[in-house]
């Protein structure tokens, strides 16, 4: 009788076990990802800037998305236009990050595969001491233990409440696009 409630214990530990860590297998990470914004307007010069530092965590459990980006880490070609964006626009000491928290919708991992599968978010962007809630695509495919993701959006410096000086305002696009490629790793 003994022997039958140890070996009932003990297949109760193996499954919480196992439950535990199929949750935790639930989580893709990426630490190196990439975020590339473009203001330009023709006929100036190229207002983009590049950051390959960029945090992901993606929690298939819930379907939830968080992201951190530091303002810093964003670089363009031209160094002067890099600290002009750190001081005058997005006063990177004040402010010395963007986040975005979110969901994916209608999203079950189990449809992910090598064909690319696009995946609609939700969410709000912190940047600038303001928030912005956006809505977009991204294309999403799994290779292996990655999980791939690709979309853009657009955002005004208005909704964050940045000042673009009237010297330079027609050099500088009124909306921004805002790509990101990221290669979330399983934890």
Known sequence: ?????????????????????????????????????????????????ENKNVTVILDLETNKIASLALMKGFHFKNSLMEEHFNENYIESETYPKATFRGKLLNF?????SNSPTQITVEGKIALHGKEKEIRTILTMQKEGDFIKMKGSFTVLPSDFNIEIPAIVRKKIAKEIVVQLDFKLTKK
């Open 108 to 112: 079950n991992s189990e449809v992910l």
């Open 1 to 49: 009788m003994t022997k039958g409630i140890f070996n009932n214990v003990l297949i109760i530990f193996f499954m919480m076990i196992g439950c535990i860590h199929s949750i935790a297998a639930q989580k893709y990470v990426e630490k190196k990802g990439t975020i590339i914004f473009e203001a330009s307007e023709k006929l100036f010069e190229p207002v983009k800037a």
